[in-house]
């Protein structure tokens, strides 16, 4: 292969393969040089530059070629400006000054990074680990910002903003951070230290390009916290109860029922009761037909079980099938009667909650979104957790988060940084 070709295999700016080495076990040696010497002089701006002597060479670790390590060696090369005598190093677009890495090699240890850890990447590409850790860091804090904007920039922008609000846990009971979420736009806003009412409100405060946003809805859980800074921050948006949370509360009551139940079993039963819990928590028409003839024989065991079941199924089918508000306000009536008439403990005091979130509840047939592109998110951030150990530095623990959940900004953003 030709020297030229290697130049555009390499496609590095402003300079030209002169000699490669192969003979160093598992490196690849390539000399440069550059193609152009006159460059400007970083005091006055003049182009009246000459060459002022060599001090040796510089050896850069780039990506690697053939699965070896690819040692590119450089001239440092002095210059002068004839109009202001100032004397400077020549500078090489694809390297920092006093850098032994190229850009493009800690591109390449960030993107394996990402879904990876550190350790690892340092493992793969014999970096030292520190080196590795330290050019990642500087990426992640590099593109949070641009990226964090980039998604609240185009939030402001949306016709219809969908705003999405939910908790994570740092430590499950302990400690815990808020997420404000662009539904439509797919993308995490922000992160909030906390979720208590006085904790959002002391972020709004310091971030007002949040403050100054103007949803259309917002989803989220039934955290009296949440609804009440909701009403305070965006009083013109409808509050809708997340669905899912909401048949929570169903599910449990049906829980508690099957577990009352049980104790009157005999052994062979409740077993068999236990073992095929999950069936009664699924939608029926999401079964195999062999789930069907199990859940039939585990609503033979009782009436009130039969019961609850018939009525979570019903709850279901009002989200998906009420046609608009004046007729789902109406048949949610009907569900709700129904549920007093059977007469369940359990199902009684799981209503209260029903009664006492209607109009939160029925605004899904305003907006018919819900939180569940959220909760993924989380999943996300417990995956992130694990993988990077907790990190301790706040900062850097919410840029990982922001790249983490905003990876398609994140990847337009890196893409722009890399070239």
């Known amino acids: 292969m030709q020297l030229q070709d290697i130049t555009k295999i390499l496609d590095l700016q402003g300079v030209s393969v002169t000699k490669i080495d192969v003979d160093a076990p598992g ?66 677009d694809f390297v920092a000054g006093k850098q032994r890495y190229t850009k493009a090699f800690k591109a390449f240890i960030y993107e394996l990074s990402i879904g990876s850890t550190v350790q690892h990447t340092a493992e793969i590409t014999k970096t030292p680990y520190s080196t590795a850790e330290q050019f ?43 997420g404000i979420h662009d539904l439509r736009g797919e993308s995490l806003l922000c992160v909030i230290e906390g979720r208590t009412l006085p904790e959002l409100k002391a972020y709004m405060s ?17 955290a009296r916290g949440y609804h009440s800074f909701s009403a305070e921050y965006f009083p013109n948006a409808i509050r809708v109860a997340d669905r899912f949370h909401v048949n929570k509360y169903i ?27 999950h069936l009664l928590n699924k939608r029926k028409d999401t079964l195999s037909q062999e789930q069907h ?16 079941y018939n009525l979570k199924e019903q709850l279901a089918d009002w989200y998906d099938c009420s046609p608009n508000y004046p007729s789902a306000s109406a048949s949610f009536q009907l569900w709700l009667k129904k549920g007093r008439d059977l007469g369940i403990p359990e199902v009684i005091d799981a209503l209260k909650t029903f009664q ?27 995956s992130l957790q694990r993988r990077r150990f907790f990190a301790q530095n706040r900062t850097y623990y919410e840029s990982l988060i922001i790249l983490e959940c905003n990876k398609e900004i994140s990847q337009l953003q890196f893409s722009l940084f890399v070239s």
């Open 251 to 277: 599910i449990e009551a049906l829980n508690e029922v099957r577990r009352r139940v049980g104790k009157n079993l005999a052994p062979k039963a409740r077993l068999s009761l236990n073992r095929h819990k």
């Open 27 to 92: 490196e690849v040696r390539i000399w440069l040089k550059p193609t152009n010497y006159k460059q400007k002089c970083p005091c006055c701006a003049s182009r009246q530059t000459i060459r002022n002597g060599k001090d040796g060479y510089r050896q850069i670790r780039h990506l690697p070629m053939c699965d070896k390590i690819c040692i590119l060696i450089v001239p440092k090369i002095r210059l002068k400006c004839k109009s202001c005598e100032a004397t400077f190093a020549y500078t090489y």
């Open 206 to 222: 310091k971030n007002p390009q949040i403050a100054a946003l103007d949803p259309f809805a917002i989803v989220m859980d039934l």
């Open 293 to 308: 003839k199990q859940l039939k024989s585990l609503l033979g065991f009782s009436d009130d079980l039969k019961a609850v």
């Open 136 to 178: 990642f860091k500087e990426i992640v804090q590099s593109l949070a910002p641009v990226t964090e904007a980039y998604a609240q920039k185009r939030a402001q922008k949306s016709a219809k903003l969908i705003l999405g609000i939910d908790d994570f846990a740092i430590r499950k009971g302990h400690n815990y951070n808020t």
């Open 356 to 382: 006492n979130w209607q109009p939160e509840i029925l605004n899904y047939h305003l907006c018919r979104f819900t939180n569940g592109i959220v909760e993924g998110r989380n999943g996300k951030i417990k």
